[in-house]
Each structure stands twice: as structure tokens, then as C-alpha cells.
């Protein structure tokens, strides 16, 4: 019988193995890309930020400043990797648990804080929390349901390659995402027409106490991109290296017109789901403790140290460095004033209806009268 | 040195209050911006909440184990001028910031209550916006009268409606009988720990025909066998207590009464035997009844069985137990001598079959060998679900768990019972 297309799709053995570049103790294994030494020294400075930015927007939670965070820890890598294989011109769709992403795409530590904070700077102005997103870096802010963003990356890849624009689309959604319709469809989409995108399904085996296995009976998650004819490659998620590989693989693939990849990253969520989320009731230490183990900065630092591109004394002074910066930032953040009430009525309608238009001079009358009564608006 | 307080902070959506768990710092001590000082338990984990300021701690305004509201002042702090002065003004926003640039003298400010300045101002006292006003006009409310839960006491519509529903309610309230209940009564709201507690008691009570045994063991031999194995025990960095003795008899016994470790499937009208002991223990907590729970117990020898009752007891002290470590108990123990009764007639942890009760050590005279004699005794109540044992069973049961206690050799006889 003939098979639709080439067989190269059905590679099974990419999307069931694991491709890793360098092992749990930072040794690389047979088949070590030669990468440019600052490419390698960047992938671990943007994690090292990511980290520090994560323990910094779980603080700031946890003193009220911030609605909500969903913690990195843990997923430094495939988030860096993965998002360092695009262009500037390139579109990013990203989840609420990358990080290390944005700051790929060049948002500073004070615009994601400025978003996170919703400061008068707020890049989104309010809009729904622990999401992000920037028009300047083209990064597309996530809706709230979980998986919208798939069809969204798809659906601005075909309009790109009806344009001719010679863009690529990049995504990212967890294990549990790839159980909404959105997911099919989107991968069902991509693949009859060939979309330029490229989905990257960070595997963290939980969606908050849901394990991997309550969310699908396949082998792995790469191999459901088969059915679809997208190829599927499963990557070590903390391998910043083999994700980076891999990723411009399938960027490459898809500028030149080939469709779409999917790209499992086998990673582990460390901290809670999310700043209201327990995860002792529902996990063990041990499995945690054996993830901590391989956990990706610290094999990258081995890596590099064994490689002679860092040096103890530089690591150390790295850290320090961006410690020290990004506590800076936080404070000049907090030192913000917040949005003004008015944004409200912002970036739905050209020009707002007359009832939103009263409701808004009603709002303003009564912050006057506050400010009147001495009562400051929190 | 200006000293600003420290509120619960909003930790997150839905949360209205936690509780003090521990506090990492104590009064004197200097803090750092951003550096943890107390563990609050929310209805959702329990968190590390950092400090706003650098400073002094001056007070601790909570106790470990009190329940805060978010917006609750926890601690006061005594910061150096160089602080976060913005934040601070945002946490006083009632200080009358504008007389002092007027230039009177600020003695006279202090002394002068805010109240009675601001009620003279007459109406722009009342803090409420437009749209309560309005509703209170029409509703023949005085807002001078209305608490206010809104922020900073900012009079919300459902305070406006509270009131006037009242108001209907008591047309001539008789204010002194009012008062006089007020003061009598507490009300506390039934939550967390304690309202599955009430829920679990009401199942268990309403659907478990519970019977009860009871006997009265001399525990004088264990007593002293117990001394003699303490030098052992604290090398192995283990602090005996009666409790797991009465564990290892109760499992022991259980091997030859399995029926005690079962519980019933009221679908299918089955029994269901356990071939694993998982043994629950009921642990009075600041935050109410706990029951740990050591996994395997059956497999358990006298010392591990020691050192899982002193580490899950901690935890749950310290709220820190985990959802593993509180569930598929399959026979439960309580304790309660430990604090004081005598005797006590426990409820069955539902689904299990029964419940071993534990009262207080009593040293009676007994006549032994026809002399009187100082002995050590101990009553042990066994409630179980008489829809899955007999009472003959139940007893034989308890007899065994006796004669085990009361001839130690027994006890710790055979391979791995002691460690
Ligand atoms: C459609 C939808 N259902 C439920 C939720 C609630 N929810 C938020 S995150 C989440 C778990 C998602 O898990 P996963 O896709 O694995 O991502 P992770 O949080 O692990 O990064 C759920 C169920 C949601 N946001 N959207
Ligand atoms: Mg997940």
C-alpha cells in the first residue's frame, strides 16, 4: 500500500528515545555539536537569570506584590534552549512557565516585572495574571485555558506562509496541555497544510497533581505527532544543549517549507504548580530529590567547567552578578506607581461605547471623592 | 527611628486568613528587606512570607497558632530612616500628612484622635463610594452608623444592606439583653483540620454500629523491661514510650485476629481483609486531631515503630505532614492516657474495623501471690464495627493484646521485632 508523504515522518525511533547531548553529571555523550563557546556561555547565563527572576517572583507573592506565579524551577533549559533556535523576526506563543524564553527573546528582568507587578509600565496593562507577552519581542501572551495557544501559533504560521513572510512560529504547552482538542487540532492543522511551526511540549509529568500517566496511554508524548504526520523528537528537557540542537533542527525544517515538528522536552517541574499549589499532597520527595538531581544549571556549570570555558571563581562571580542586578531591578520595580484605573477601558474598542464611556466618569468621580476622603486606593 | 507595622499580605486569590505556624524571627532581632520571618498556613500550603522593611523587630503582634486575617497587622518594626519610606506611608494612610506641612505643632497632632477631628468634617467622614451612598439614601440608612469590612474600612453595599436588613429585623432592639448575649457567646467558625474531623465523627457515628471491650492490663513487667532496653534504644538514637509497645502487641494480635484489620464493603456486602497493617495514631495538635499514619506497621520491629511515632507526631505538630503520611490507615490507636483519661470509649477511623483506645498508667494496689502489691495498669478499650466482628472475636482479640503486653518476652520474641 502506498504511504502518504515521506517516511521520514514515521522515524519512531526519535520520537520513543531520548537525545541528550551532555548526561546527568555534565559529560557529553557520543555526538557532541560543536557550538560557538559564547552561544554555550549564554544558554547557561539566561538560565541562571530565569532562576533568579523565578525565586524573585515567588517572593514577591508571597509579600502580596504579585497575584500569582507559576514556578520555572527546574525547566531552565528546555525553555532557553528551545526559544535560542529562532530569529528576532521570528513569533513566540509561550505558556505561563517559560521564563528563560522571554529573556531569550530580549524582555528585560524589569519588563517581566513590570508585568508581573502590573507597574504603570505594565507591557499588557493588566490583563490577566502570570501570563505574559510583548508586541516588541514578538511574544504573543497566552489565554488562561491551557492549549489556546497551539491553535494561535499554527493559525499566524499559515498566515505568515500565505504572506510569503519567511517567519517561524514557536510554541510551548505542558504534558497535560496535550490532552485539550487544541492540541489535535492544532498538530492535525499544521501538519495537512504544512504550517511553519514548531511545538515544543515541555513534559514536567505533572499538571498540578495530575501525573503523566493519567494523561495519555501513549509511549511518549513525541510519538502522538506521528499520527498526525508531524515528525516527533524526544529530547532530554535539561539538556540545554541537545534541546537547542534539536530545536533548530526543527526550525530550520520549517523555514525551508518542510511543516511542522514536535518536540517532547522530558523535563520536571520542581517547585509548586503554581504559588497556590501544595505539591507534597500529591507527590514524594524521593521523585523529587531524584529530579533535583538532574536538574539542568547544574550540569550545564559541569559542562562548561570541564569544557575550561567557566572557572569556579566565574560561576561564582556570574551569580553574583546577576543577584545582585536583579535585586536592584525588583526594588526599582516596587518603587513604581500602578496602572492607572483608566487602562480599563483600553485595547478592546477603537472608541468605547457610551456605557463604558459612563461607567468610566463614574469611576472617576468616585476616585476623586477617595482621594478627597484621604483614602488611598490600594 | 519610624515604626511601621507588618500586615498579612494578600498570598493569593480566595485566601482570607492563615494561620501562624512559626515564626523564624523574634522580637529584637534585625531583619533584612525580603527575608523570610514567619510560616503562614493558608487553606492552600503553608508559605514563607518575607519581610517588607529592614529594620527591628519591635513586636510580634500574633502567636504561633493564631489565625490572621490578610490585612492583619503580625508584627511591628522599627526601620532605619533609609527604608522603603513610600511603602510606609502606604501603610499609613490615616496619618494627616497635609497639618503637618501646615506648620502646627506635632505634640498637639498626636494628641488630638483622628476620629474627632474627621467628625467635625461631619459627612466626608463616612467612607463610602457614590454608588453606596445613593443606595443608602434610598434606603433611609445612616452611614455614620455602618461598620465598614470594606478596605480600610470602606462601607461596602452588602454593609449597606447588612444594615438595613437589621434594622427591619430589630425595629427596638432591647440594646442591654443584645449586649449581654453578644459577650456570652463566641462563635467559631468549623474549619480545616477540625471540620474533617466533624465530618469523619458524624460518618462514623451514623453509620458504624460501634460495641466496646475493655480490660485492664498490668504493664508493671513492661515497665521494667522498658528500662532495660532504654541504654539500647538512646544508642540507637531512639526515645522508647509505651505507645509502640502497645503498637507491636496490637499488630502481633492481629496476625492471628485479621478480621480486626478489615473493613466492609457496604456495596458489594463484602469484608475486605488487610494483609497489610498501616496503623494510624491520633496525635492532639494545635491545629486539632491528626492521625499519622506508619505504612506496614506488620513489618515494623519496636524500635523503627518508636522512631515513626516521634517523627510523624513532629510533623503533625508542625502541620507538616504530607498527604501520604494521613492516608489508607486500616486500624487506628489513640492514646489519650497520654494526656490523662482513665478510660475512654474511642471512635472507629472510618472505613477500619475497630479502634484501639489507650488510658492513662495507673499505679493500684493488686493481690498477687496473696500479697499486696504496687502494680502498674493500664485500661485498654476496643470499639469495633459490629456488623464485622463478633463480640467473642473482639475480645479474643483483646485478651491477646493482654497477654502479649503483660509477658514481654512474648512480644519482642522472634526475628526483627525489636529493631
Ligand atoms: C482548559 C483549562 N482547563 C483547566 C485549567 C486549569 N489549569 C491550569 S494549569 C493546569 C495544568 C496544566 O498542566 P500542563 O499542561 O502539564 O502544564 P504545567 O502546568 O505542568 O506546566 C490546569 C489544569 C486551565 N487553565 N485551562
Ligand atoms: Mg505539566
Known sequence: MEVLGSRDILNLDRALGLYRVIDEDGNPVAGEPSLPDKLLLDMYTYMIRARILDGWLLKLQRMGRVALHAPNKGQEASAVGATLALKREDWLFPSYRELGALLVRGMTEEEILDRALTTIDDPLKGSDFAIYGHRKYNIVPAPVPVANQIPHAVGAALAAKIMGDKIVTMTFFGDGSTSRGDFHAGLNFAGVFKAPVVFVNQNNQWAISVPLKRQTAAPTIAVKGIAYGVPGIRVDGNDVIAVYTVAREAVERARSGEGPTLIEAVTYRLGPHTTADDPTRYRGEEEVKEWERREPLRRMRRYLISRGLLT??????????????????VVKVLEKPPLPPEVILEDVYEEPPWNLKEQMKELRESI??????????? | MPV?????????????????????????????RFQPIVEVLTAKATVEIPSPYTGKIRKLLASEGDTVRVGQPIAEIETDTAGPVKEE????????????????????????????????????????????RILARKLGV??????????????TKDDVLAYAEAQKREPQPPVQVAKEAE???????LRGVKKVMAERMVEAKTRIPHAYVVEEVDITELLSVRERLKPLAEEKGVKLTILPFIMKAAVKAIREYPLINSSLDEDKGEIIVKRTVNLGFAVDTPHGLMVPVIKNANTKGLFQLAREVRELARKAREAKLSLDEVRGSTFSISNYGSIGGVLGIPVINPPEAAILGVGRIRKEPRIRDGKIEERSLVYLTLSFDHRILEGGYATRFLVRVKELLENPILLLAGEGELE
Open chain 2, 183 to 189: 459577650v456570652e457567646e463566641e462563635r467559631i467558625p
Open chain 1, 312 to 329: 569556579e571563581e566565574e560561576d561564582k562571580a556570574l551569580w553574583s552578578e546577576w543577584e545582585k542586578r536583579i535585586e536592584e531591578t
Open chain 2, 89 to 132: 506611608k502606604e501603610e499609613r494612610p490615616e496619618e494627616p500628612r497635609k497639618e503637618e506641612a501646615s506648620g502646627q505643632p506635632r505634640p498637639q497632632l498626636e494628641a488630638t484622635p483622628i476620629e474627632t477631628q474627621a467628625g467635625q468634617a461631619g459627612i466626608a467622614r463616612v467612607k463610602a463610594p457614590p454608588s453606596v
Open chain 2, 4 to 32: 511601621v507595622q507588618v500586615k498579612l499580605p494578600d498570598i493569593g486569590e480566595g485566601i482570607a486568613e492563615g494561620e501562624i505556624v512559626r515564626w523564624l524571627v523574634k522580637e529584637g532581632d534585625t531583619v533584612k
Open chain 1, 368 to 378: 476623586r471623592l477617595l482621594k478627597e476622603l484621604g483614602i488611598e486606593l490600594e
Open chain 2, 142 to 155: 445612616d452611614l455614620s452608623k455602618v461598620k465598614g469590612t470594606g478596605p480600610r474600612g470602606v462601607i
